[in-house]
């Protein structure tokens, strides 16, 4: 069957994203495409008709696309890589292969590699990225391991199921190797006296439970030493360890005069929360009645971590907090809620204090929960409903729904407002950013409320 050229390009369109036709010298008659793709991308190729197609390939491709045409005839064409000049963009890349017809014309057949070199390019990007976290891995890896093995105190790993050793330190290695017996292949059991073996599962017991165990005192084998020893959890793939630290240290003892040892056997004991913090809110210790108050087990859940994730309404509370501290002096009954690390919310005042002594600066925070109680103050009713709230209440039937909830979100707004510029000593630039408006607007609602006077706000602005 003899076809022209024009139809033979219909017809074989479907079977390549583009197809040029040729005649018998290599010029091009016509060209198809396949892919609705790729057509914008060669917008105004058909000026091109009469031309060498060898010749609208870029000048690396055009050596292949002659031996395309050579091996033509043949019928053995290898698929090649040609970079197709497009009129109006830069060269896309083709898989070029091509077909003789009986009348003598030859059909080249091309597939866009442009998706096939996305995919490439992505891929390699992929490819990158895992290398680069590979790599930071690995460093992180080397620098763990050099603390852990630099550590003064003996810190190993084992096994959860069998509590064979897999892993020490060398200040650990030493320690082990004092003891008597191999010290090869040990089990946790053979590295303290037997009559210690009650407490050490204890121990583990109470780290399976809850991930971490505080430090217990119990005595080495063959009774060479008390040490304390605390452990935590740790999970790898399927297995789990415990990390378990053996304090050999002695700290010295601490002797105080009478009344200060009193002082600090009541702190202990207290009912209010005390709280001593570092000069950037990281505490530094903790009394009983504030862990309780913050829903932590043990100090260990605190230990360096900032004050202001658990007092304030919000963070940047403590911020302004120690600003006054730092500024003014002690901070006395300062009414604000105290967040527990399980999500309960309570009403507590804070006084507090910068602490003198050498070095670095320290705040001893005492903190008191005011929340409702039984004959209490009438800011609150029986049921726990704000005093304000509850005039509300009483005006249901009669004033409108809708203004209801006007006059109460403004008595919720003049509260915060107001709380804000206490708590900020009445500095409006941290007062706005504490309710998280712009100063602008803030000013604009303390003209509203008539709070602290309108030419003072518009002084500040």
């Known amino acids: 069957m003899s076809l022209d050229p024009q139809t033979t390009a219909h017809l074989v369109a479907a079977a390549a994203d583009i197809t040029f036709v040729l005649g018998a010298t290599g010029m091009i008659e016509d060209v198809a495409f396949g892919s609705s793709e790729l057509a914008p991308a060669f917008a105004g190729m058909r000026n091109w008709v009469g031309r060498d197609w060898a010749e609208t390939t870029t000048p ?50 091309g597939r866009d590699l442009r998706p096939l070199s996305s995919l490439q390019q992505q891929l390699m990007e992929a490819l990158q990225a895992v290398e680069r976290d590979y790599g930071r891995l690995r460093q992180m890896e080397t620098r763990y391991r050099v603390l852990f093995q630099m550590s003064a105190e003996p810190v190993l790993l084992a096994d959860t199921a069998t509590l064979r050793i897999t892993e020490s330190n060398l200040a650990a290695d030493r320690a082990i190797a004092l003891l008597p017996g191999s010290a090869a292949n040990r089990s946790l059991t053979d590295l303290f006296d037997p009559s210690a073996g009650p407490r050490l599962q204890a121990l583990l017991s109470q780290a399976r439970a809850a991930g971490r165990a505080e430090d217990v ?39 105080l005069p009478g009344g200060e040892a009193r002082l600090s056997s009541f702190l202990s004991v207290a009912p209010d929360g005390v709280v001593v913090t570092s000069g950037d809110g990281s505490m530094l210790a903790a009394n009983p009645a504030f862990l309780a108050m913050a829903e932590l087990s043990s100090f260990g859940e605190a230990n360096g971590e900032n004050l202001g994730r658990f007092l304030g309404r919000q963070e940047v509370e403590l911020d302004v907090l120690i600003a006054n501290l730092r500024m003014r002096g002690p901070v006395r009954l300062l009414q604000t809620a105290l967040r527990g690390a399980l999500g309960s919310t309570s009403q507590v005042e804070v006084s507090a204090a910068e602490m003198a002594g050498q070095g670095q600066p320290a705040y001893g925070f005492a903190i008191r929960d005011v929340g ?30 809708r203004e209801l909830v006007r006059d109460a979100t403004d008595v919720i707004e003049k509260m915060a407002i107001e709380a804000a510029l206490e708590l900020s000593s009445d500095n409006r630039a941290l007062a706005a950013e504490m ?16 709070i602290g006077g309108a030419e003072h706000s518009e002084e500040e602005a």
Not at 80 to 92: C, D, E, F, K
Not at 233 to 248: G, K
């Open 217 to 255: 005192p119990l005595r080495m084998a063959g009774g060479v030493r008390d040490v304390l020893v605390s452990a935590s959890m740790l999970r790898y793939d399927d297995n789990s360890f415990f990390m378990l630290r053996l304090a050999t240290g002695q700290a010295p003892e601490m002797r």
């Open 60 to 109: 690396d491709s055009q050596g292949k696309a002659r031996e395309i045409l050579a091996e033509a005839g043949t019928g053995a064409a290898r698929a090649r890589h040609v970079n197709q000049q497009a009129p109006n963009g830069p060269a896309v890349a083709l898989m070029c292969t091509a077909a003789r017809t009986a009348r003598g014309h030859t059909v080249i057949f």
């Open 435 to 450: 309710l998280g408006l712009s100063r602008q607007s803030l000013y604009v609602k303390l003209r509203r409320f008539n």
């Open 372 to 401: 409702p109680r039984i004959g209490g103050s009438n800011t609150a009713r029986g049921d726990g409903m704000p005093a304000p709230a509850a005039n509300l209440a009483e005006l249901v039937g009669r004033v409108p729904l």
